[in-house]
Every structure is written in structure tokens, then in C-alpha cells.
């Protein structure tokens, strides 16, 4: 049971735009920032979004995130099969002072 | 270019021991903490510790504590993931990862480590 709760799985046509949900409490999300990571099949995660809603380098503004209170959100927009990945959301957890992880959101592109 | 480059998959016996490695290059290695972060097959991400290269100082998952240990050699820019005696559920793929809280923002090519008798 991951700390943070995230949907099994998503699915959307290419093209198409698609959201991802990642839930906490106020001893993560609630005061820490959230980061969001891409994993490829067979492949090393890597970051997509940090601080909420800022994109490293080379990451296209196809992606973004937010966050509200104690959740947060991953959006897709302009969807190609190349997106086809597990994707998961991280924060700083205070009282286990930890980082956590959601458990991670399969994205199909159908 | 920052890179983090890591050991070799292992093939191990239970009750054996294990130090996996992760050289950091493209960046000041003490400048930035290391992360270790364990994905069980078909499973997800699950954050094991970190350790400040710059003083060896570190800090555990209250999941992993005990269990493992961190160290570093910042000498040769290198972080170290170790097991005195290998368990079957060990088996897993491990990740070194740059941490700049809290996000792990440059992630190793992975350590496959297989426990089985």
C-alpha cells in the first residue's frame, strides 16, 4: 500500500489529452512540493515535472502539473504512442521523513 | 552531461553478502545527495535512503533501515548500496538517483540483483 494514491491505470486515444491524479495528506503533498517521473517499458525512470509544475530541460510542454491542497496532477496533452509508460508522483513525507512515491499510473494510448 | 553510472546485474545465494556501486560524473559529486530507490519485479518505486557524499551522512526509509546500508567513497565520486546476508525477497531491480529534495532528478541505468538458491 503506497503512501500516495494514484489510479491503476489510464487510457486515451493519440491526440487525445489525459490526466493523472495523485493523492495525499498534510504530511506530504499538504507541505512538499511533488515531483513527477516517467517510466518507459524496460527502462530507468526519469523526471518529468518538479516543484509541481516546472519541466527540466528537453521535457515538451505537452506535460504538466499542478497540485491543490493534498492532491496533485499530471496532465498529457497531444498524446503519442511514445508516451506508453508507468508513470508515478513523489514527495517528502515529515512524518516518516521520507520520500514517497504513488504507486504508479500505467498509461496506455490506445 | 550528468551521468550516473552503475554496477553490473548480480546473481547471489541467500545469506551472501552484496556492495553495488554508482559513479557520479557531469556534476560536483558532494555537491548533491544519492539516493537508492528499489522496484521489485512488476512493482513500483519505493525509496530506500540517501546519503550526503560530502560527509558520509545518511538517512533511511524506516522500511529499509536496518536492512541495508549506505556509504560513499567521494574520492572516486561514488556511491554504494551493501547487504550483509541476502534474502530471496531482495530480488529486485535498484536505482541510484541524484536527490535535490525532494526530487530525484537524474536516475542511474539500474542494478538487477537476483537472490535465488
Known amino acids: 500500500q503506497s503512501v500516495l494514491t494514484q489510479p491503476p491505470s489510464v487510457s486515451a486515444a493519440p491526440g487525445q489529452k489525459v490526466t493523472i491524479s495523485c493523492s495525499g495528506s498534510?504530511?506530504?503533498?499538504?507541505?512538499?512540493?511533488v515531483s513527477w517521473y516517467q517510466q518507459l517499458p524496460g527502462t530507468a525512470p526519469k523526471l518529468l515535472i518538479f516543484?509541481?509544475?516546472k519541466r527540466p530541460s528537453g521535457i515538451p510542454d505537452r506535460f504538466s502539473g499542478s497540485k491543490s491542497g493534498t492532491s496533485a496532477t499530471l496532465g498529457i496533452t497531444g498524446l503519442q504512442t511514445g508516451d506508453e509508460a508507468d508513470y508515478y508522483c513523489?514527495?517528502?513525507?515529515?512524518?516518516?521523513?521520507?520520500?514517497?512515491f504513488g504507486g504508479g499510473t500505467k498509461l496506455t494510448v490506445l | 552531461e550528468v551521468q550516473l553510472v552503475q554496477s553490473g546485474a548480480e546473481v547471489k545465494k541467500p545469506g551472501e553478502s552484496l556492495r553495488i556501486s554508482c559513479k557520479g560524473s557531469?556534476?560536483?559529486?558532494?555537491?548533491?545527495?544519492v539516493s537508492w530507490v528499489r522496484q521489485m519485479p512488476g512493482k513500483g518505486l519505493e525509496w530506500m535512503g540517501t546519503i550526503d557524499p560530502a560527509d558520509s551522512y545518511t538517512s533511511y526509509s524506516p522500511s529499509f533501515q536496518g536492512h541495508v546500508t549506505i556509504s560513499a567513497d567521494k574520492s572516486i565520486s561514488t556511491a554504494y548500496l551493501q547487504w550483509s546476508s541476502l534474502k530471496a525477497s531482495d530480488t529486485a531491480m535498484y536505482y541510484c538517483?541524484?536527490?535535490?529534495?525532494?526530487?530525484?532528478?537524474?536516475w542511474g541505468q539500474g542494478t538487477l540483483v537476483t537472490v535465488s538458491s
Open positions: 557531469g556534476y560536483s559529486f558532494t555537491s548533491y545527495w
Open positions: 538517483a541524484r536527490h535535490v529534495v525532494p526530487t530525484e532528478d537524474y
Open positions: 516543484e509541481n509544475n
Open positions: 513523489g514527495t517528502w513525507d515529515s512524518s516518516l521523513s521520507a520520500v514517497v
Open positions: 498534510s504530511s506530504n503533498i499538504g507541505t512538499s512540493s
